[in-house]
């Protein structure tokens, strides 16, 4: 089955910094454009940051726009997500998933083929 694998998670104190990676060792969605959301226990899963499939168009959710950067490797096969002045609001199951569909970078519903996930919890 076709699957992204998320890795690099885990426990922070505030204001540190995590970098979470997002493989495709199928090699499958190089030319897709990938998503990183995010879901906090009891709530909807929400979107995080979005990269083009050349790395050319980003976006970022208003809560994390100057803290956290997307980007991908030359091969297209591994987003990354560095996340830095992390916050306990910041505390959530981290997804990645290719843009399958044509319709708004924000909404998960464009996505498909989500991995597992990884957890990062920040501590105040």
């Known amino acids: 089955q076709v699957q992204m694998v998320e890795s690099g998670g885990g426990l922070v104190q505030a204001g540190g910094s995590l970098r979470l990676s997002c493989a495709d060792s199928g090699r499958t969605f190089t030319n897709y454009d990938m998503g990183w959301f995010r879901q906090a226990p009891g709530k909807e899963r929400e979107f995080v940051a979005a990269?083009?499939?050349?790395?050319?168009?980003?976006y970022y959710a208003d809560s994390v726009k100057g803290r956290f950067t997307i980007s991908r490797d030359y091969a297209r096969t591994t987003v990354y997500l560095q996340m830095n002045s992390l916050k306990p609001e910041d505390t959530a199951v981290y997804y990645c998933?290719?843009?399958?569909?044509?319709?708004?970078?924000?909404?998960?519903?464009?996505?498909?083929?989500w991995g597992q996930g990884t957890q990062v919890t920040v501590s105040s």
């Open positions: 998933a290719p843009k399958r569909y044509s319709g708004s970078y924000y909404s998960d519903s464009e996505y498909d083929y």
């Open positions: 990269i083009g499939r050349s790395g050319g168009l980003i």
